[in-house]
């Protein structure tokens, strides 16, 4: 019975011991299986938050490519419609650029017609004589002469002589049925004395006016409808009235020859409207 008994402490002691060790095995390896798994578990952290930076990352890559992708498409647009504006500014140069030609061929045709004019003119009246003078100012020309040609002191009744110079004009003025002539008369600034008939300088201008009009109509064959008749009195001078002298040069008719404005000004309102449209 004793030796039961011992045999049975010897068998509890080893079994005793194989399991302590046994245990001691597993919990090694329990810790490491642990550590293993925490080790896991960081790697499986940080792979997430890389995961979901990336993401971020590649979303913002897609806003942006798709912003790109809009700004391509707006850029688009833009040069579609810049090249359309372009072309319309083109068009409209070459339309402007096409007006300015038209009327500047316009104002060239108008020059050479005046320049014609004025060799008619000094041609039929004569440029040796110091009392008839032809000029052109801005595309007009002037034919001026000196009241003694024309009237007597203070009359308003065309001499003989007068006629023959305007027998001169008005042949040129025939010529051009295109042309309209204005008639002025102009006085020095001596104070006319009233007669009852003619108050002042102002009536004597035009007086001598459209005496000199109804000559050209009247004896001259001059067409009325191209005739204006003017008085300016003496406020346009040509020199200063302190002389007799200047006086006499001031004292004169002047006959202003001129294409008819009217023409010019329907040339240039076509061309404007062809402009709008």
Same mark, same amino acid.
């Given at each position: 019975?004793r030796k039961i008994v011992i045999a049975l402490s010897v068998l509890?002691?080893?079994?005793?011991?194989?399991?302590?060790?046994?245990?001691?095995?597993?919990? !090694?390896?329990?810790?490491?299986?642990?550590?293993?798994?925490?080790?896991?578990?960081?790697?499986?952290?940080?792979?997430?938050?890389?995961?979901?930076?990336?993401?971020?990352?590649?979303?913002?890559?897609?806003?942006?490519?798709?912003?790109?992708?809009?700004?391509?498409? =707006?850029?688009?647009?833009?040069?579609?419609?810049? !090249?359309?504006?372009?072309?319309?500014?083109?068009?409209?140069?070459?339309?402007? @650029?096409?007006?300015?030609?038209?009327?500047? =061929?316009?104002?060239?045709?108008?020059?050479?017609?005046?320049?014609?004019?004025?060799?008619?003119?000094?041609?039929?009246?004569?440029?040796?004589?110091? @009392?008839?003078?032809?000029?052109?100012?801005?595309?007009?020309?002037?034919?001026?002469?000196?009241?003694?040609?024309?009237?007597?002191?203070?009359?308003?009744?065309?001499?003989? *002589?007068?006629?023959?110079?305007? !027998?001169?004009?008005?042949?040129?003025?025939?010529? +051009?049925?295109?042309?309209?002539?204005?008639?002025?008369?102009?006085? =020095?600034?001596?104070?006319?004395?009233?007669?009852?008939?003619?108050?002042?300088?102002?009536?004597?201008?035009?007086k001598r006016s459209t005496s000199i009009v109804r000559v050209l109509?009247? =004896?001259?064959?001059?067409?009325?409808? +191209?005739?204006? !008749?003017?008085?300016?009195?003496?406020?346009?001078?040509?020199?200063?009235?302190?002389?007799?002298?200047?006086?006499?040069?001031?004292?004169?008719?002047?006959?202003?020859?001129?294409?008819?404005?009217?023409?010019?000004?329907?040339?240039?309102?076509?061309?404007? *409207?062809?402009?709008? *449209?």
């Open positions: 019975m509890m002691a080893l079994t005793s011991c194989v399991s302590k060790k046994k245990y001691a095995e597993l919990e !090694a390896k329990n810790k490491e299986t642990q550590d293993l798994l925490n080790s896991c578990t960081v790697k499986l952290n940080t792979c997430l938050e890389e995961k979901a930076g990336l993401a971020a990352t590649a979303d913002s890559y897609k806003q942006h490519n798709q912003d790109l992708i809009n700004s391509s498409k =707006d850029l688009t647009i833009l040069t579609t419609k810049g !090249a359309e504006n372009l072309e319309k500014s083109l068009e409209s140069l070459k339309e402007k @650029d096409l007006k300015i030609s038209r009327l500047q =061929d316009a104002l060239t045709k108008k020059d050479s017609v005046t320049l014609a004019l004025v060799t008619s003119l000094k041609g039929a009246v004569g440029i040796n004589d110091p @009392d008839i003078e032809v000029n052109v100012e801005k595309g007009v020309v002037f034919i001026s002469i000196a009241d003694k040609l024309l009237f007597k002191s203070g009359s308003y009744e065309v001499s003989d *002589k007068a006629k023959t110079v305007l !027998a001169k004009v008005a042949k040129v003025v025939n010529d +051009k049925p295109d042309f309209e002539c204005m008639v002025e008369g102009h006085t =020095d600034n001596v104070p006319y004395k009233s007669n009852g008939i003619i108050l002042d300088n102002w009536d004597l201008s035009v109509t009247n =004896d001259l064959g001059v067409n009325p409808a +191209k005739l204006i !008749a003017a008085g300016r009195s003496s406020y346009v001078p040509l020199v200063s009235n302190d002389t007799a002298e200047d006086k006499a040069r001031n004292r004169r008719t002047r006959i202003v020859v001129m294409p008819k404005i009217d023409q010019f000004y329907d040339m240039i309102e076509k061309e404007m *409207k062809k402009q709008a *449209k």
